[in-house]
């Protein structure tokens, strides 16, 4: 076959592939199966229990998500399989088909949903800093000139940067590959504050070997919404997973929902975050939006 028609073959066939892998409901029903990608250390969104099997407040979304659509697809022998994903790896995995749906402690910001969808968001939080109980660190000023981690791929390494920069604090700003390695970082003395989302700061105070040892600081750098992502371009089945956590909203079992996993002892501790839910989350369970962070 000449070159030239063998480029086009081959477009033509990259564009269907990619428009039936886009549409995730036809895939499930197809396949039999659903990837659903978890955290292993994003408390209590998503991270693993004591049995070592995910868990937590996106997990079970999740978890009524997939019921919805086994009833969709009449696949009631569906097959759930699991994905752990990293901040680095999460949207390309999703873009490539890996996951059909992950449901963790992901921001949905403008980048991102070049990208990726999202659904409704379900939490806000903003940047803080973990650091050892007594440190003189209550603020990020407290940190200039100081060693500053961050988990590499997340959009609080990018605002640590930049506020960094801009407020020419000179701290060493340094990556780690989760939240946990970042977490020993300031644990063993190698940074002075672990920057992030703060109900992950709280998660892992709550799951470390003795909470007392380490606090959260300082006033939130910014607020960013969380959401359930999905694949870009699949109204069909954005539509049902918005319709899942409308619903949970409407009903009240989202507050019953967030009352188990941020006012009452959780796995695997049994340590309660007594984390109120925000006035923007309150907020949202009327305006039911999937407005991105800029």
């Not at 200039?144 to 961050?150: I, P, Q, R």
């Not at 020419?168 to 990556?175: A, E, P, V």
């Not at 009240?252 to 984390?275: D, H, R």
Request: overall charge positive.
């Amino acid at each position: 076959m000449h070159t030239s028609k063998i480029f086009v073959l081959s477009l033509l066939m990259t564009g269907i592939g990619a428009g039936v892998q886009a549409q995730t409901l036809d895939k499930v029903k197809s396949n039999g199966s659903i990837s659903v990608g978890y955290r292993e250390a994003s408390i209590p969104f998503s991270y693993l229990g004591s049995d070592a099997s995910p868990t937590g407040f996106g997990w079970e979304i999740c978890g009524k998500i997939v019921d919805e659509v086994k009833k969709v697809t009449g696949r009631s022998d569906l097959k759930i399989t699991t994905q752990a994903v990293t901040s680095q790896n999460r949207i390309p995995l999703m873009r490539n088909g890996t996951i059909d749906i992950e449901c963790g402690s992901t921001t949905n910001n403008s980048e991102r949903a070049e990208q990726v969808a999202f659904s409704i968001n379900y939490f806000y939080t903003g940047t803080r800093f973990l650091v050892k109980a007594g440190s003189p660190v209550k603020s990020v000023e407290d940190l200039a000139g100081k060693t500053v981690v961050s988990t590499t791929g997340t959009t609080n390494y990018q605002v640590l940067r930049r506020v960094n920069d801009e407020r020419k604090l000179g701290f060493k700003l340094i990556g780690a590959k989760d939240h946990n390695e970042s977490a020993l970082l300031v644990q063993q003395g190698r940074a002075e504050g672990f920057g992030m989302d703060d109900i992950l700061l709280y998660g892992l105070r709550a799951s470390s070997r003795d909470p007392a040892e380490l606090d959260v600081v300082g006033k939130a750098l910014q607020v960013e919404p969380y959401a359930i992502m999905l694949r870009k371009d699949d109204p069909e089945f954005k539509k049902l997973v918005d319709g899942v956590v409308a619903g949970l909203m409407k009903s009240g079992e989202f507050e019953t929902l967030y009352k188990k996993w941020f006012q009452s002892p959780i796995p695997p501790k049994n340590v309660n975050l007594s984390a109120p839910m925000s006035d923007e989350l309150k907020d949202n369970l009327k305006a039911m939006s999937d407005k991105p962070a800029t």
